[in-house]
Nanobody, 115 residues
C-alpha cells in the first residue's frame, strides 16, 4: 500500500505562486509515476501533471508554462510549483499514483486564487 499526503495549499492573489507537496510513504519502491489532479467546485476532477520514475514530465495544456512538477527522492516527495496563478486554478489539488493496479489518492489540499 501507498499513502500520499498533500500540503501547501492556501489563498493567493491572481498572479501569485504556491508550491504544493505530496509526501509518499509505504511501498514507494513500486511507484512508477505520480500525478497531480484538481477538482473545482461542481466540476469533474481533471489531470494536471505527471512525473515518472525517470523524471519525465507532462502537463495539461491549461497549466503548461506556469506549473512545474518535480521530485525529491531523498524525501519521497513530489512538488507542484504553481506560478502566474489564475482564479480558474481554484480547486482542491490531489496527488495520485497506481501501484500494482490499485489507485491511491491523497486527501487533497485547497488552493484558492482571488481576483
Amino acid at each position: 500500500q501507498v499513502q500520499l499526503v498533500e500540503s501547501g495549499g492556501g489563498l493567493v492573489q491572481a498572479g501569485g505562486s504556491l508550491t504544493l507537496s505530496c509526501a509518499a510513504s509505504g511501498s514507494i519502491f513500486s511507484i512508477n509515476a505520480i500525478n497531480w489532479y484538481r477538482q473545482a467546485p461542481e466540476k469533474q476532477r481533471e489531470w494536471v501533471a505527471t512525473i515518472t520514475r525517470g523524471d519525465s514530465t507532462n502537463y495539461a495544456d491549461s497549466v503548461k508554462g506556469r506549473f512545474t512538477i518535480s521530485r525529491d527522492n531523498a524525501k519521497n516527495t513530489v512538488y507542484l510549483q504553481m506560478n502566474s496563478l489564475k482564479p480558474e486554478d481554484t480547486a482542491v489539488y490531489y496527488c495520485h499514483t497506481f501501484v500494482r493496479g490499485s489507485g491511491y489518492w491523497g486527501q487533497g489540499t485547497q488552493v484558492t486564487v482571488s481576483s
